[in-house]
């Protein structure tokens, strides 16, 4: 039978201070596969500003030029070069004038993929609450994220992502806001941990 639920000995046993998360930063070859198998192993993973840490729960996966929901269809502009580089670098972006998006740039560099961070719940630092982090635009706000994080190195400095926790189960369904995309629209390529309260949208998975 598949668990639901993180044990008691394993959340113990997961570091839950900002210094041990700081020994367990992920290096840069986590980050050098492709984007779905990032976004897949993301899950669980600690994603750390400062002083402050939350879980990450939700992601979503872009693939590259050919894929027609990711900015890289456009190619490599001002904006979106950083998604021709190598991986575990950042990328942030203003969504609707309104939302700072927060991106991990994946694979080897010109492969243009990337995952979106689409939810965290709290960690280190952050009020009880699942709904803080509970969509892209209050992950940023959560963690204090702002363009000037923009193509910062995750293997250095104060921005980082550590292992932490392990989600029971995984699952898996189309990305949300791409219906421009056509057929790319219902690949199954966000990824979230099932039932937890934090995910921005649950529905039946794959």
């Known amino acids: 039978m598949t668990r639901s639920r993180v044990t008691a000995a394993e959340r113990n046993s997961a570091p839950r201070s900002i210094a041990e998360l700081a020994r367990a930063r992920l290096p840069p070859a986590f980050f050098a ?3 779905r198998a990032v976004a897949r192993s993301l899950i669980g993973c600690a994603l750390v500003h400062r002083r402050r840490a939350g879980i990450i729960v939700e992601t979503e996966a872009y693939l590259g030029p050919a894929d027609l929901a990711s900015h890289a269809r456009f190619g490599a502009t001002a904006r979106t070069s ?3 580089g190598p991986g575990g670098v950042s990328y942030v972006y203003l969504c609707y004038g309104i939302h700072r998006m927060f991106n991990i740039v994946t694979g ?3 492969a243009a993929q990337a995952v979106l961070i689409r939810a965290i719940a709290p960690y280190v630092g952050l009020p009880d609450d699942p709904a803080i982090g509970r969509g892209p635009g209050k992950v940023t ?3 204090a994220l702002d363009l000037s994080h923009d193509r910062r ?5 104060a921005l980082f992502v550590a292992p932490a926790l392990v989600p029971p189960r995984i699952a898996r ?3 949300i806001g791409v219906d ?4 790319w629209a219902t690949r199954a390529l966000r990824f979230w941990w099932q039932g937890h309260p934090a995910v921005s949208r649950q529905p039946t998975p794959r």
Do not use: T
């Open 82 to 84: 950083v998604m021709f």
């Open 173 to 175: 369904g189309p990305r």
């Open 33 to 35: 596969g492709d984007a």
């Open 108 to 110: 080897r560099a010109g």
């Open 153 to 157: 190195e995750l293997s250095r400095g």
């Open 141 to 143: 706000r959560a963690l």
């Open 180 to 183: 421009y995309a056509g057929a």
